[in-house]
């Protein structure tokens, strides 16, 4: 099947995008629905929504693409109710189905489902009530904001065609949806009403103040059973523990803070700190169970168990990606090693979320920060670029990481997920920076690559500096080795390639460039060296004879990074332009090119070539592309000479609805569904008949 760019019938003839990884949720607090014998979680993430089983954090199903981020979701036992602005969307697991609620002129920030009805309300003061079998509107209610603001919504329990709003004033309003008046006014406590939960006991609620004083107060007789104050700040959100050990309320903070107030004996049972590095977005108890399920904006799920000694809980397990965006990415194996701007790195598998790996954050003092309970304490700059090799992980280091603007080097054990040591600054000049770096093939030794055109061989197993390589040109900006450790090839800024024997540390020969040079990448099994030059072009030069064999050209602006497939027939180019260019070697020209969203920061193709994964500008996630060529047969023609990509491919989250085998089917089929006695006019049905009747057919 061909398919071409300049006939316009695909974005892209290559490169499909499948779906993202490292992404679990947002600001947007989750949901917990309990169906049958198991509960499930559902996080937003951006345009979709994801569930997840709560016992194992195992993703069962993706949503639809909304046309916009989600706002705010709810669920009752058969639907799941979403916004990304005006409308209200009904979906039933991953499926959007033909139900809309459309009324609302301004963004809906809050809805609430329960009974028959579902409550909108938007940043204007209006609230909707539907009726959700119907759709239609059952009646409408205007809050003047300057007076009320609407800044929670809350249905409670046992109260039946009642909610209860909270507001930025710090009064609350009691309300009859179905005759449409206020049934009560409290006055409330002089702090914005930012969470309302129902406590066990009926007519008993939480709130939670921005000023951060948490008050169980009874609706009924419009009193305070008892009062605690945060001393974090904000509340966040509230739960109360519902087993049948001692009564626990958890409120969470905007520190990534937890708090335990012992209801009985009215004081600070126990705090969880720095359980997020962001606000505490979410902190559900488990129905009638001592887990708790927490969330936060740092893109992090957290599974805790109440059943220490003390009180106190422990984490069972996780699911977290990047809380920044990824700045540089590298297969390590089967997985993906990724960088971001926090000096963080992460170890992503393609294979199952369960194997990912979080090696930590760089630090010059790891145990000092550790021991103040301070993760940015002594914390170095954003990753700039990284190496790796797996032929030695499991006996030393294998990756190194270079940090911008910052002369020290972190190593990293993959294995054990640590960082081990640093290495140091070659001289004591603070302007001298490490800009590039390389891990030999044979996994024994690495490259570090200087500002002052110095090139330093270390071993990775001793952390001893073994050679240096030193060049008079300007600031090194690429270093590479070969498969066999006999050469060593280096670029400057000033657009020269050296070429260098690996143990006597001589020069051999040298190439003059006409432009400056970005990076370089060599492909160590064909000696073909990519080599990104400042006015947008690649040259790709053949190590064996040293000669310049291919020149691609056609990005409009500078390039991020780029990458070789398998067996060096495609280099594919990233661009600030927002473009993705595939250009083929043996023909020397460019066979397919695309825009995406957002640039890209970082490119990599996996070893087999069916993945490419891409890091994006204000992104998270790592998006997965699949090549087409590996799993049917295309034709590739070559572009114009003169080519601009002029269509967008849409990266979302997912670029289509899954749903996992991990999760049970039988606990996410319909109860309501029965199978037909016969299924389609001409089948054969042998359900309930003895085997000897099928056997033979």
């Known amino acids: 099947m061909g398919i071409n760019n300049v006939d316009g019938c695909s974005p892209s003839s290559m490169f499909v995008p499948f779906r993202s990884i490292g992404l679990y949720c947002n600001e947007i607090p989750i949901i917990i629905r309990n169906q049958q014998k198991q509960s499930y979680i559902v996080s937003c993430v951006g345009k979709h929504y994801h569930i997840y089983t709560v016992n194992k954090l195992a993703l069962c ?39 809309t609620f459309v ?75 179905v005759e449409n008046r206020v049934l009560h006014s409290y006055t409330g406590w002089n702090s914005t009403i930012t969470v309302l939960e129902q406590a066990p006991a009926l007519d008993i609620v939480a709130i939670g103040t921005a000023s951060g004083r948490i008050f169980l107060h009874n609706l009924s007789d419009d009193s305070t059973l008892m009062s605690f104050t945060q001393e974090w700040g904000c509340v966040t959100c509230l739960s109360f523990r519902t087993d049948s050990k ?40 488990i129905y009638k169970q001592s887990t708790m399920i927490t969330s936060s904006s740092d893109n992090s799920l957290k599974l805790w168990t109440f059943d220490q ?16 965006p990824p700045t540089y990415i590298r297969f390590h194996g089967n997985s993906m090693l990724s960088g971001d701007s926090s000096a963080t790195l992460r170890l992503f598998s393609l294979i199952h979320p369960r194997l990912d790996k979080n090696l930590g954050t760089a630090s010059t003092s790891r145990k000092s920060a550790k021991r103040l309970g301070d993760p940015t304490h002594h914390r170095l700059s954003g990753v700039l670029c990284l190496a790796s090799e797996t032929s030695k992980q499991s006996h030393w280091d294998s990756a190194v990481v270079a940090h911008r603007h910052c002369s020290l080097v972190s190593s990293w054990n993959v294995i054990k997920g640590t960082m081990s040591r640093l290495y140091p600054a070659p001289e004591s000049n603070s302007d001298i920076y490490c ?51 006999q050469v060593v090839i280096t670029a400057t800024d000033t657009g020269i390639i050296e070429l260098w024997r690996f ?102 193709i996996s070893s087999t070539d069916h993945i490419l994964v891409t890091t994006h500008v204000d ?21 114009p000479d003169n080519y601009s990509p002029d269509r967008i491919v849409e990266i979302d989250v997912n670029q289509r609805s899954m749903v996992f085998d991990e999760c049970s089917e039988e606990r996410l089929i319909d109860t309501d569904y029965q199978s037909p006695e016969q299924l389609f006019r001409g089948l054969l049905t042998f359900s309930g008949l003895t085997q000897s009747r099928w056997r033979t057919i």
Request: charged content about 20%.
């Open 246 to 285: 001692e009564p626990i309320l958890v409120s969470g903070s905007l520190t990534g803070h937890i708090a335990l107030w012992n209801l009985e004996k009215r004081h600070l049972a126990a705090r969880m700190l720095d359980i997020h590095q962001g606000p505490v977005s979410s902190a559900i108890f």
């Open 309 to 324: 000694a003390d009180g106190t809980s422990r984490r069972l397990t996780y699911r977290s990606g990047h809380r920044v």
């Open 619 to 639: 992104q998270l996630g790592l998006v997965l592309w699949m090549n087409r060529a590996v799993f049917e047969r295309i034709s590739l023609r070559q572009l």
């Open 503 to 604: 143990k006597s540390c001589s020069l051999i020969t040298e190439i003059k460039l006409n432009s400056g040079v970005e990076f370089i990448l060599l492909h160590r099994d064909s000696n073909m060296l990519a080599v990104a030059l400042t006015d947008y072009t690649v040259i790709i030069i053949d190590i064996d004879i040293f000669r310049i064999v291919r020149m691609f050209s056609g990005p409009e602006n500078r390039l991020t990074d780029l990458c070789f497939t398998s067996d060096a027939r495609y280099v594919i180019v990233a661009s600030v332009d927002c473009s993705l260019w595939t250009f083929h070697l043996p023909t020397g020209k460019a066979i397919d090119a695309f825009l995406v969203e957002s640039p890209v920061t970082s490119v990599a």
């Open 61 to 99: 199903v993706v949503s639809d693409a909304h046309k916009k981020n989600i706002n705010c979701l709810t669920a009752d036992d058969k639907f799941i109710y979403t916004t990304d602005g005006f409308d209200v969307y009904q979906y039933k697991r991953n499926k959007h189905l033909s139900q």
């Open 435 to 485: 800009t590039s770096l390389v891990v030999s093939s044979c996994g024994n030794y690495c490259l570090l690559g200087y500002t002052s055109g110095l090139v330093i061989k270390y071993n990775l197993q001793s952390a001893i500096e073994r050679s240096r390589y030193e060049s008079s040109h300007g600031s090194i900006v690429g270093v590479a080795v070969d498969s066999m450790n």
């Open 103 to 177: 009324g609302h002129k301004s963004n809906i920030k809050f809805i609430l489902i329960f009974g028959d009805f579902l409550v909108t309300s938007d940043v204007s003061g209006l609230i909707i009530v539907w009726n959700v079998d119907s759709g239609t509107i059952y009646s409408r209610i205007y809050l003047d904001s300057m007076s009320f603001d609407i800044t929670a919504l809350f249905h409670p329990s046992t109260y039946i065609n009642k909610i209860l709003l909270g507001s930025r004033q710090g009064s609350l309003q009691l309300w009859d949806i």
